[in-house]
């Protein structure tokens, strides 16, 4: 029986840098090298990278963990990146807001403290409670630290570059990826498997001690009145918006937790195949980066209804193709494009709902991100035992029906109001 590791990061995913992209125009990647690359956005790229490596690191190096620790397994090791996970989306919900208060810069120096220090008990760990207590205190880090990134990233955006902003700094789960994978392993060949959480300690309090040192992070434009998620729920339009988060979230967790077990248990394919469709993922969604330049050109409102409708189509293709792999795996690349788009577009309209709660809004964002791994995992189990992958790969496409209505909605407003 073929077996294959899903790694889950917000995004869930591989990806490449545009730079990679060898039919990328070299004017465009020159002209957005100038228009969006500065100081702010390698910190908050950075930033990103490091979170994602430690939520990504435990998982190849589980086997090496449980060997140090007498009596337990890499199952039981990977028990530490489910509190991971619940401590996350807890913290967003809970903590974020503090950002609003504080102001983002602040929050996102103190989280990324706490996570040296997190990281420094992991490394340290010699018993798995501590390691899963330590992991805890990680994810109470990054819920805080994801949201005052976004946060950031909103706030020195240029105006009319937002999505080619967001687009950049998304690059760090890239980096997260392959930092947190492989890096993590050979680490832990080459010397312990504790040297990783060393490594990814110091890189934390480096990036600390940038951030608090970089001065001009944009206008902040909360700290007059409290903030908190249950205030944040009370905006007008944000139940839309997040409903669409839940739903897009879980079509993709739900599809992507079952693609390995599809390919390799039922199609009998080797899990090398396995590998190669997230890596072709992955290459879509890093093809897509620099889309985000045509999403500020063209508007949101169209962008959103090409990408919604554009992804349901790519779900249903899988559907359609579920016995066909090699065509699952072409059907793979558009279906990186359409989740970065996707989720640009999602995270931009939060980002300008209300610029006062960012913090908050953005806590709530992540926090349904993360609780939509486990959602999709667990909703999806019994569609794939009982009616197999084509049946998810449906209920994928009717989830992002709600997104494409909304959409279709936002359209038809602003055509209305351009009358």
């Not at 990324?112 to 010699?126: D, E, K, Q, R, Y």
Request: glycine share 10%; proline share 4%; charged share 10%.
């Amino acid at each position: 029986m073929s077996r294959t590791v899903s790694v889950f990061s917000e995004f869930g995913i591989i990806a490449i840098a545009p730079n990679d992209i060898p039919f990328f125009n070299v004017s465009v990647e020159l002209h957005l090298e100038r228009a969006v690359i500065t100081r702010h956005l390698l910190l908050l790229t950075a930033a990103i990278a490091v979170i994602g490596a430690n939520s990504l690191a435990l998982s190849p190096i589980a086997a090496a963990v449980a060997a140090s620790l007498p009596g337990r397994s890499a199952a039981d090791v990977m028990t530490a990146a489910a509190f991971y996970g619940l401590a996350t989306a807890g913290s967003a919900l809970l903590l974020a807001p503090m950002a609003d208060r504080i102001g983002s810069e602040r929050a996102l120096v103190r989280a990324l403290l706490v996570l040296c220090v997190s990281l420094g008990l992991a490394a340290l760990s010699p018993a798995l409670w501590l390691l899963v207590a330590a992991q805890a205190l990680a994810g109470l880090a990054a819920g805080m630290a994801l949201p005052a990134i976004y946060t950031l990233t909103a706030q020195v955006a240029a105006k009319g570059r937002e999505s080619e902003t967001l687009s950049f700094v998304l690059i760090g789960w890239t980096l997260s990826l392959v930092v947190g994978v492989g890096f993590a392993a050979l680490l832990a060949d080459l010397l312990h498997w504790r040297a990783v959480f060393v490594v990814l300690a110091m890189v934390a309090a480096g990036l600390a001690l940038g951030v608090s040192r970089c001065s001009d992070w944009g206008t902040r434009t909360g700290g007059e009145k409290p903030s908190s998620a249950l205030i944040a729920l009370r905006i007008p339009g944000i139940h839309a918006v997040l409903l669409n988060v839940g739903a897009f979230m879980t079509a993709f967790y739900g599809l992507y937790t079952y693609l390995g077990p599809h390919l390799g248990e039922v199609l009998q394919l080797p899990a090398s195949f396995a590998g190669l469709t997230i890596a072709v993922y992955g290459l879509g969604f890093g093809v897509a980066a620099p889309l985000g330049r045509l999403v500020d050109r063209h508007g949101a409102s169209a962008a959103a209804c090409v990408t919604f409708a554009g992804l349901m189509l790519v779900y249903l293709g899988m559907m359609a193709t579920a016995a066909l792999p090699l065509v699952l795996l072409a059907l793979c690349l558009g279906w990186g494009v359409g989740n970065h788009i996707g989720l640009n577009l999602l995270m931009r309209q939060l980002a300008e709902l209300d610029p006062t709660q960012r913090g908050a809004i953005m806590g709530l964002y992540s926090a349904i991100t993360y609780l939509c791994v486990f959602a999709g995992a667990l909703l999806y189990r019994p569609i794939f035992t009982h009616y197999g992958f084509a049946a998810c790969a449906w209920a994928s496409a009717m989830l992002v029906l709600p997104a494409l209505g909304w959409a279709l909605g936002q359209r038809r407003r602003k055509q209305a109001a351009l009358e």
